[in-house]
């Protein structure tokens, strides 16, 4: 492979020795082509817009990118076109309502864009907005916009190449929010380069290697795995909408099959959807025997999905060896750990009593007080993880702590944001102050060389003296009545006369609704979380359809479930609580708790 120092160089190479070779393929329903491009016609578009957006800003100022999910092949463009002029890119998701105005005003500020850039179309749509909302957004109203899909390619031959090295920032990127407010982490062109080459070894990509990616290209799974790595590596690429996984998730096994696809994959509900969604029939049309890369990250990695899955679509010729749990996160770029390829991802059964108090006990998979927890593998590249007693700041062995990550792919910091950098990305050890580390704020251990994710600090719970992880009581009450909306519900907890209470949030079937027996699917919550988990549920809140507060890239918001439920504002069908609080209206404890 050529060594290049930044993404210019990269597709610069790649549209002189494949010019003509298309590089990325978009369904934008998630079935028929929409368009496709050749790695010249996107060098040829990255010049154009490079020149465009340089009569307005210069090298260095902050370009807003805001692209339709439907518009995969625009944003990419516009997203290099920022490379192009030496423009950090700041990445956005398209939000539909009014409300979304004031969010796009709050991400302009903290980034302090000069800038944004978009379709025509959604431009339009934003600033009829504006007219007639006049009050709101004023900064959103007064910054500049480009369409970048009607830019004039004929000022491709004004381009120059801009004064940048592999220390350049490329890019903001934020985080998703899941526990506390977002924040922009500062990636450059070598930790996207340095990440890509560690995506391309660790997934043993080859010249036959072919892509796809439905997640939403404005976030690290999806930018960096979908749209980084086809052109680091010169495969060609297949991207769908990710709306259009969510309104039908057969389209992505569909396209899987029709275009032979090797890697491809998400977050373990994707998985889930598709073993709940996907019928016998549809599964007879499908050929996986190309599969070789499922990859899933983002959040826990369930056996319970892996072996449902591999069960379900081993007809198909699906092989349980092509799942490839990895864990990563946007401070690193995207990737840290993965397993080796073509491998059984690695399972260990641990004691659960034991790890509520951080000691790991592996136990055989039968044992009463069993918890299956999936590898996720190691690093790659010189990178480096170590678990960390974030208390006294020293290693810890065969026992639960804080991931800390190092490596040429962790992010340069939050932009502006010094404080916040320096506790996360410069921590030192105790007893070593010049090596400088990532606190990933994420739990685990180390085993066999291998890493294994247990849970987050910040929502980590101690109920009756004990420490429980959420997702572990959340797996528990979503299994416990049929009612219960898969991979919709919360756990969290509330802190009521001085003592920290579980609380549970959960979404309940659309269909089940109409006749919800409320009493009955609460009992339920009750007594599978106090036989499984050894805890007490002090209230629990079912919810309409789709309204659990989530991240924009799916995951979870437990502070934001807390926080909504202290309010009284979650969009409940029936609520129970343990007895009332003496003196105190649980809304008036809102005011308690503490953002990120």
Same mark, same amino acid.
């Given at each position: 492979?050529?060594?290049?120092?930044?993404?210019?160089?990269?597709?610069?190479?790649?549209?002189?020795? %494949?010019?003509?070779?298309?590089?990325?393929?978009?369904?934008?329903?998630?079935?028929?082509?929409?368009?496709?491009?050749?790695?010249?016609?996107?060098?040829?578009?990255?010049?154009?817009?490079?020149? %465009?957006?340089?009569?307005?800003?210069?090298?260095?100022?902050?370009?807003?990118?805001?692209?339709?999910?439907?518009?995969?092949?625009?944003?990419?463009?516009?997203?290099?076109?920022?490379?192009?002029?030496?423009?950090?890119?700041?990445?956005?998701?398209?939000?539909?309502?009014?409300?979304?105005?004031?969010?796009?005003?709050?991400?302009?500020?903290?980034?302090?864009?000069?800038?944004?850039?978009?379709?025509?179309?959604?431009?339009?749509?934003?600033?009829?907005?504006?007219?007639?909302?006049?009050?709101?957004?004023?900064?959103?109203?007064? $910054?500049?916009?480009?369409?970048?899909?009607?830019?004039?390619?004929?000022?491709?031959?004004?381009?120059?190449?801009?004064?940048?090295?592999?220390?350049?920032?490329?890019?903001?990127?934020?985080?998703?929010?899941?526990?506390?407010?977002?924040?922009?982490?500062?990636?450059?062109?070598?930790?996207?380069?340095?990440?890509?080459?560690?995506?391309?070894?660790?997934?043993?990509?080859?010249? %036959?290697?072919?892509?796809?990616?439905?997640?939403?290209?404005?976030?690290?799974?999806?930018?960096?795995?979908?749209?980084?790595?086809?052109?680091?590596?010169?495969?060609?690429?297949? $991207?769908?909408?990710?709306?259009?996984?969510?309104?039908?998730?057969?389209?992505?096994?569909?396209?899987?099959?029709?275009?032979?696809?090797?890697?491809?994959?998400?977050?373990?509900?994707?998985?889930?959807?598709?073993?709940?969604?996907?019928?016998?029939?549809?599964?007879?049309?499908?050929?996986?025997?190309?599969?070789?890369?499922?990859?899933?990250?983002?959040?826990?990695?369930?056996?319970?999905?892996?072996?449902?899955?591999?069960?379900?679509?081993?007809?198909?010729?699906?092989?349980?060896?092509?799942?490839?749990?990895?864990?990563?996160?946007?401070?690193?770029?995207?990737?840290?750990?993965?397993?080796?390829?073509?491998?059984?991802?690695?399972?260990?059964?641990?004691?659960?009593?034991?790890?509520?108090?951080?000691?790991?006990?592996?136990?055989?998979?039968?044992?009463?007080?069993?918890?299956?927890?999936?590898?996720?593998?190691?690093?790659?590249?010189?990178?480096?993880?170590?678990?960390?007693?974030?208390?006294?700041?020293?290693?810890?062995?065969?026992?639960?702590?804080?991931?800390?990550?190092?490596?040429?792919?962790?992010?340069?910091?939050?932009?502006?944001?010094?404080?916040?950098?320096?506790?996360?990305?410069?921590?030192?050890?105790?007893?070593?102050?010049?090596?400088?580390?990532?606190?990933?704020?994420?739990?685990?251990?180390?085993?066999?060389?291998?890493?294994?994710?247990?849970?987050?600090?910040?929502?980590?719970?101690?109920?009756?003296?004990?420490?429980?992880?959420?997702?572990?009581?959340?797996?528990?009450?979503?299994?416990?009545?049929?009612?219960?909306?898969?991979?919709?519900?919360?756990?969290?907890?509330?802190?009521?006369?001085?003592?920290?209470?579980?609380?549970?949030?959960?979404?309940?079937?659309?269909?089940?609704?109409?006749?919800?027996?409320?009493?009955?699917?609460?009992?339920?919550?009750?007594?599978?979380?106090?036989?499984?988990?050894?805890?007490?549920?002090?209230?629990?809140?079912?919810?309409?359809?789709?309204?659990?507060?989530?991240?924009?890239?799916?995951?979870?918001?437990?502070?934001?479930? %807390?926080?909504?439920?202290?309010?009284?504002?979650?969009?409940?069908?029936?609520?129970?609580?343990?007895?009332?609080?003496?003196?105190?209206?649980?809304?008036?404890?809102?005011?308690?708790?503490?953002?990120?």
């Amino acid at each position: 492979m050529v060594n290049n120092s930044t993404i210019v160089d990269v597709l610069l190479d790649k549209s002189i020795a %494949q010019s003509n070779q298309t590089a990325y393929t978009f369904l934008a329903d998630g079935e028929n082509e929409s368009g496709s491009c050749t790695y010249r016609e996107l060098d040829l578009q990255a010049r154009a817009i490079a020149v %465009q957006l340089l009569t307005q800003v210069k090298p260095g100022d902050r370009a807003l990118l805001v692209y339709p999910y439907t518009s995969g092949l625009e944003f990419i463009a516009g997203f290099l076109g920022c490379l192009y002029a030496g423009v950090i890119a700041v990445t956005d998701y398209p939000r539909q309502h009014i409300k979304s105005l004031s969010q796009y005003q709050e991400r302009i500020i903290d980034c302090q864009a000069a800038i944004a850039l978009t379709t025509q179309e959604f431009a339009d749509r934003i600033k009829g907005q504006l007219v007639t909302n006049p009050g709101m957004a004023l900064k959103l109203k007064a $910054l500049p916009w480009i369409a970048s899909d009607r830019v004039n390619l004929d000022l491709a031959k004004q381009w120059q190449p801009p004064k940048i090295t592999g220390d350049t920032l490329a890019f903001l990127q934020y985080t998703s929010g899941s526990t506390g407010q977002p924040k922009g982490v500062m990636i450059t062109h070598s930790n996207v380069l340095h990440n890509s080459e560690v995506i391309y070894k660790s997934f043993g990509h080859h010249d %036959q290697t072919k892509i796809l990616m439905w997640l939403p290209m404005f976030h690290d799974m999806g930018l960096i795995g979908g749209v980084m790595q086809p052109l680091f590596a010169g495969l060609p690429a297949v $991207l769908m909408s990710p709306i259009a996984l969510a309104q039908k998730p057969l389209l992505w096994l569909q396209a899987l099959s029709r275009y032979r696809i090797t890697t491809s994959g998400g977050p373990n509900f994707a998985y889930d959807l598709l073993c709940q969604k996907v019928t016998e029939e549809q599964r007879a049309s499908l050929d996986l025997s190309n599969w070789s890369v499922a990859f899933t990250g983002a959040e826990p990695v369930r056996a319970e999905t892996l072996k449902k899955f591999a069960e379900l679509y081993e007809p198909c010729g699906f092989r349980q060896e092509a799942f490839y749990p990895c864990y990563g996160m946007a401070e690193a770029t995207l990737f840290i750990t993965g397993v080796d390829a073509s491998q059984n991802p690695t399972i260990t059964y641990l004691d659960k009593a034991a790890l509520s108090e951080d000691r790991v006990v592996t136990v055989a998979p039968d044992h009463s007080n069993s918890k299956a927890v999936v590898s996720c593998g190691h690093t790659f590249n010189n990178d480096e993880i170590i678990i960390v007693n974030p208390e006294t700041k020293t290693q810890c062995e065969n026992r639960v702590g804080e991931i800390w990550a190092a490596g040429r792919g962790i992010g340069q910091g939050y932009w502006q944001k010094e404080s916040q950098t320096e506790n996360t990305f410069r921590a030192t050890l105790a007893d070593n102050p010049h090596r400088t580390y990532l606190r990933t704020g994420d739990l685990g251990f180390i085993s066999n060389g291998e890493l294994y994710i247990t849970g987050r600090i910040k929502d980590m719970m101690i109920l009756w003296g004990r420490n429980h992880y959420p997702q572990h009581i959340e797996e528990t009450v979503e299994t416990c009545h049929p009612s219960l909306r898969h991979n919709h519900g919360a756990a969290f907890s509330i802190e009521v006369n001085g003592e920290e209470q579980l609380v549970i949030a959960h979404e309940v079937n659309r269909t089940d609704l109409r006749n919800l027996n409320a009493e009955e699917v609460i009992g339920a919550i009750r007594l599978a979380v106090g036989e499984q988990n050894l805890a007490n549920v002090f209230a629990v809140a079912l919810l309409k359809t789709g309204s659990i507060p989530k991240t924009s890239s799916g995951k979870i918001q437990r502070r934001a479930c %807390q926080r909504m439920f202290l309010e009284g504002s979650l969009s409940t069908v029936a609520q129970w609580q343990q007895s009332e609080i003496p003196d105190t209206d649980i809304t008036d404890l809102a005011g308690q708790f503490y953002s990120d």
